[in-house]
T-cell receptor, first 109, second 114 residues
Framework: ELKVEQNPLFLSMQEGKNYTIYCNYS?????LYWYRQDPGKSLESLFV?????AVKQEGRLMASLDTKARLSTLHITAAVHDLSATYFC?????????FGAGTILRVKS | EAGVTQFPSHSVIEKGQTVTLRCDPI?????LYWYRRVMGKEIKFLLH????????ESGMPNNRFLAERTGGTYSTLKVQPAELEDSGVYFC????????????FGSGTQLSVL
């Protein structure tokens, strides 16, 4: 059974500083997703990582994938308030994405 | 283009009652997924439709849960009779398939069983 673990589960960030959240998974997969959810809203796709060594960047967020280590990271550069949200990673298992528990990010002024 | 819509957004029912959740996927999306999130925990897979067929229902907790997708368009998820542990947020998602690059999610139905 595929397990997806995110850490930390909660991250309080200071504006302007850099942070990383981690997504570990237990079995081989070549496809990993990052989603963002604002309170009461739907999950929005941020990144799809399709191969070992894949790196994608959008604004202050950068995601990478190491399939050998079964690890993805989401790096936040110079946090700003509008990044506050819950971030989920999901790993594809035979067409069914399996999600982690989510990481709640809060940016303090 | 309309997104994935779910109805109702909130439902509060008593233990033993029946509740039906509805999901309208994006038009033309063959794949439809149901997920559930219990407070603070992972988003757990319930089942996957391809058009009107159940592709994978391995995540359905028990036979109190019944999902349908007649005609391959909208889907319903019925819980009968509801139990306290069924409380959570039920998400629906769709994509064109196969192995599309991302899921398009609805805003979820918050179900509270008292």
């Amino acid at each position: 059974e595929l397990k997806v673990e995110q850490n930390p589960l909660f991250l309080s960030m200071q504006e302007g500083k850099n942070y990383t959240i981690y997504c570990n998974y237990s079995t081989t997969s070549d496809r990993l997703y990052w989603y963002r959810q604002d309170p009461g809203k739907s999950l929005e796709s941020l990144f799809v990582l399709l191969s070992n060594g894949a790196v994608k960047q959008e604004g202050r967020l950068m995601a990478s994938l190491d399939t050998k280590a079964r690890l993805s990271t989401l790096h936040i550069t110079a946090a700003v308030h509008d990044l506050s949200a819950t971030y989920f990673c999901a790993v594809d298992l035979v067409r069914t994405p399996v999600f982690g528990a989510g990481t709640i990010l809060r940016v303090k002024s | 283009e309309a997104g994935v819509t779910q109805f109702p957004s909130h439902s509060v029912i008593e233990k033993g009652q029946t509740v039906t959740l509805r999901c309208d996927p994006i038009s033309g999306h063959d794949n439809l997924y149901w997920y559930r999130r219990v407070m603070g925990k992972e988003i757990k897979f319930l089942l996957h439709f391809v058009k009107e067929s159940k592709q994978d229902e391995s995540g359905m907790p028990n036979n109190r849960f019944l999902a349908e997708r007649t005609g391959g368009t909208y889907s319903t998820l019925k819980v009968q009779p509801a139990e306290l542990e069924d409380s959570g947020v039920y998400f629906c998602a769709s994509n064109p398939g196969p192995r599309s690059e991302k899921l398009f999610f609805g805003s979820g139905t918050q179900l509270s069983v008292l």
